[in-house]
């Protein structure tokens, strides 16, 4: 998540530094294993693990982790939500609803497992690591392909789904948004997990998608790329330069929904 916050300002993740709070009786073993696990992360978004700081802390029940994820962009390269100024088209990528379909998958699997077969539980609880919820590969990607300029701000989204990331991006610019309902990519597992368990697959934790807010005439460019990275990208509406963030749903403009609290956490 560090390293997808930098990439969306146009940023390549650098160097990482971890403070780990180990819990009372944790031993060498447990300060090992995991970092191991920050030291792959690293190597898997091309960061180095520079520094930070650990230790065993009186009355802590269980261990915590916190880092700081640093960057580098050239100044005029850097990407901010206050750029968007109306008329770009909005690009997704992979699919909406990714980690939390992961998490439902998980966590509610004796309540889907009436409906769904195991191996679809199965398949659908490891997108949390295939493909996984960083974003650092599309969006510098994204920033190579469309050139100095052309995006105007990225997202990811993550609690409260796409629909609060579209506010969250319309918020920051004072603008509006028009999406397509339809033309905005779900699994069926994650239709399916969201109609059993009666939440708003527009609401669920989407880590591992992006949204871009792209200059139009660069939109084929970006989305041509991402598919030839292997990355699906597809456009799904297009920013405003004033109004609500609004959803084109059976040929009706609704309001886009917004989320107090993710939907996933409604039934955890």
Partial sequence: VNANDVAVMGARPMYFLATVLLAEGADEAEADAIFDDVLDACRQVGAALCGGHIEITAGLGRTML???MLGEVDSDRLITKAGIRGGEDIILTKCAGLEGTAILASEKRNELGAEIPPDILDRAAKLIYDPGISVVKEALAACDAAGKGA??????PTEGGVATALHELADAAEC??????DKIPFRDDTRRFCRILGLDPLGIISSGSLLIASAADATERIIG???GAGIDAVRIG?????GPVELLKAGKKLPMPRFDSDEVSRVL
């Avoid at 509006?176 to 309902?181: F, M």
């Fill in 225 to 227: 790329a991402l598919q």
């Fill in 66 to 68: 916190s880092g700081t």
């Fill in 176 to 181: 509006g948004a028009l999406v397509e309902y």
């Fill in 238 to 242: 297009t920013i405003t330069r004033e």
């Fill in 151 to 156: 995006i105007h701000a990225m997202h990811d």
